[in-house]
């Protein structure tokens, strides 16, 4: 069993930055690849990144691909999200995810095993 809780939404204005965490407790942290999706209000839930167990490879969303920077320490079982250059459409609830070796299906929610609350995030002026 993983648990995930994740930290660090809030409301900014467009063109404004967060960085979301998202802390593990379990099983050991460093065996699992994990993702950060986002849902929308009256939307599915849809991928934002992943990285890999070691944290030697990142995918991204086209949408928020050279905004967002997704990056791990396992030594502190701690997974981030450094957005910049927010923009209203990303307004969403966050959610981290745990998953191992997903390898071609990291941007599949089903793919994942664990999963944490969500932490909202507005972006608005």
């Known amino acids: 069993q993983v648990q995930l809780v994740e930290s660090g939404g809030g409301l900014v204005q467009p063109g404004g930055s967060l960085r979301l965490s998202c802390a593990a407790s379990?099983?050991?942290?460093?065996?699992?690849?994990m993702g950060w999706f986002r849902q929308a209000p009256g939307k599915e839930r849809e991928f934002v990144a992943h990285?890999?167990?070691?944290?030697?490879?990142?995918y991204y969303a086209d949408s928020v691909k050279g905004r967002f920077t997704i990056s791990r320490d396992n030594a502190k079982s701690t997974v981030y999200l450094q957005m910049n250059r927010l923009k209203p459409e990303d307004t969403a609830v966050y959610y981290c995810?745990?998953?191992?070796?997903?390898?071609?299906?990291?941007?599949?929610?089903?793919?994942?095993?664990?999963w944490g609350q969500g932490t909202q995030v507005s972006v608005s002026s």
């Open positions: 995810a745990a998953g191992i070796s997903l390898y071609t299906v990291y941007y599949q929610p089903r793919a994942y095993d664990y």
């Open positions: 379990g099983r050991t942290f460093s065996r699992y690849d």
């Open positions: 990285i890999n167990w070691s944290g030697a490879s990142t």
